[in-house]
C-alpha cells in the first residue's frame, strides 16, 4: 500500500475540480464531499440521497463502529442540494453505473482520483487524499489539532499531524534551510 499525501496547493485543488465537474458531476460531487467531509471514502460510498437532505452527516463509521455528526459546509450542502434534486431518497449518493441503485466502489473511487491527479500531474494520491486534504486545510485554517484529532477519532495529536503531512511539511522546511 502506498503512502498517500494531502492536495497541499489551492490551485491543484481548484484545477481537479473543474476537471472532474467537466467530465462527470457525480465524481465532481464524490470529490468534493471528501474533501469538505473528512469522512473515510469507505463512508462516503454508502451515503444515500437522504443522508445529504440535513445540513449534517449522521452515520456509524465502518471503520470504528462510531456514531458520528459531521456538519456540512456551507458549499458542500448547496452543492449537494443541487445534486441530489429530482433522486430519490433511497438512492445511493455517488450510483455505479452497473447495477441498479449500487454504489460506485472503492476502486472505482481510486480510479477517479488517479485519473485527476494525472490531469495536474499529481503522485501519492489514493482514496485517503480525500480525507487528509480535508485535515491538512483544517489545520492551516484553524490550527486547532485537538478539534482535528476528535474529527478523525485519532488516539493523539502526533498521529493527527503525520496523517495530514504537517510533520512532512516541517521536516521539508527544516531541510531547506539546513546547510553546514
Known amino acids: 500500500m502506498n503512502f498517500v499525501q494531502p492536495i497541499r496547493d489551492p490551485e491543484l485543488i481548484r484545477a481537479i475540480k473543474e476537471y472532474l465537474r467537466i467530465n462527470s458531476y457525480r465524481n465532481y460531487m464524490l470529490f468534493v464531499t ?28 465502518m471503520k470504528t463502529d462510531k456514531k458520528k455528526r459531521i456538519e456540512m459546509t456551507p458549499g458542500l450542502r448547496r452543492g449537494l442540494k443541487d445534486y441530489v434534486d429530482g433522486k430519490e431518497d433511497h438512492e445511493y449518493l455517488f450510483v455505479s453505473r452497473e447495477g441498479v441503485n449500487k454504489p460506485i466502489g472503492r476502486s472505482m473511487a481510486y480510479k477517479i482520483l488517479r485519473e485527476a491527479a494525472e490531469y495536474v500531474n499529481l503522485d501519492d494520491i489514493g482514496t485517503h487524499t480525500l480525507r487528509k486534504t480535508f485535515g491538512y486545510h483544517f489545520y492551516k485554517k484553524y490550527g486547532n489539532v485537538a478539534m482535528l484529532q476528535q474529527i478523525f477519532n485519532h488516539s493523539d495529536q502526533t498521529t493527527t499531524l503525520r496523517y495530514i503531512g504537517i510533520n512532512q511539511d516541517e521536516m521539508d522546511k527544516a531541510m531547506k534551510g539546513f546547510k553546514i
Open 34 to 61: 471528501g474533501i469538505n467531509s473528512g469522512l473515510r471514502i469507505s463512508d462516503i460510498l454508502l451515503l444515500r440521497v437522504k443522508d445529504a437532505k440535513r445540513p449534517y452527516f449522521n452515520l456509524v463509521e
